[in-house]
């Protein structure tokens, strides 16, 4: 994607709106068109909706389309704890407000792993899922993890400092995409940067929560990640870099996370982007909306 055919994009900003769920404000932003099937795009770890600026406006020509800042990331409020339930409820509400009558829902990284929970916990709720280079595990949820996290819930949760920079160049500079990988648009990344900070006061810092994983409570009794996909209702489709860092056949984690992705999803449904790491649609944005069209209209 050339500068000037993002820049045509962002043209097509959509609409800036804002939900309360569970005490915090969730914001959004939808591209409507009336009477069309309905998308939610959800982002990884330590991202935000507007990583998804320039592949909405692509979808919003033949979908509805919403894309979320999760509670601690982006614009949306902060929580002391997050579960995967509260995000289930937010993407839930989300779709609601939208009016949405059974989703495609759109995830990538982490953000997978919260919309596969989401669609387990909530069967009647999406049509498809589609994931983008999440991973599914295979093993069992620490039980033990759970209740240790449970009965800590009502104590103090250390916080990391949000690092503080005294220019919004100095904080740009420090912008990282997490886990790090090259990125080849410049102006893409420099996009995402500038909507991953804030001005406080007379300095600036990133948006996200640092301590999110830390305050994030596993739900006890939820089954493996590859036992969640066989029983979801939706259906579901995968889009993955084919350089990804966790899905690359010349490793043996990649190796084993495909097999696991193969075992699961059917073959037609699993699309691999050439030349893109994990940050699929940074690294290949065209490739990416093409991919998705593709699953989201099969």
Known sequence: MTPDEFKLALSNRGAPLRTTVAGACVVYRRWPKPGAKGILLVHGHAAHG????????????????????????????????????????????????AGYTSPIIIAHSFGGTLARMACYLNPEWAQQLILIDSVISSSQPD??????????????????????????????????????????????????????????????????????????????????????????????????????????SETPTGMGNLKTIENLIAAPQIIAIEGAGHHVFLDQPTATIEALLALANA
């Open 143 to 248: 039980s033990n993890k759970a209740r240790d996290q449970e009965s800590s819930r009502h104590r103090r949760v250390p916080r990391k400092l949000q690092r503080r920079y005294q220019s919004r160049n100095e904080a740009l500079r420090r912008f990282r995409v997490r886990p790090r990988q090259p990125l080849v648009h410049a102006h893409i990344e420099h996009h995402v940067a500038a909507h991953s900070i804030e001005r406080i006061g007379d300095t600036y810092q990133f948006k996200f929560d640092r301590d999110l994983l830390k305050k994030f409570l596993v739900t006890p009794g939820l089954p493996r990640g590859s036992e969640m996909i066989q029983r979801i209702s939706a259906d579901i489709g995968f889009i993955y870099g084919r350089q990804s860092q966790f899905f690359a």
């Open 50 to 97: 507007h990583w998804w600026d320039h592949l909405a406006p692509a979808l919003n020509t033949v979908f509805d389309v919403c894309a979320v800042d999760l509670s601690g990331s982006g614009d949306s409020d902060h929580r002391d704890y997050y579960s995967s339930s509260l995000f289930a409820a937010e993407m839930m509400q989300v779709t609601l407000e």
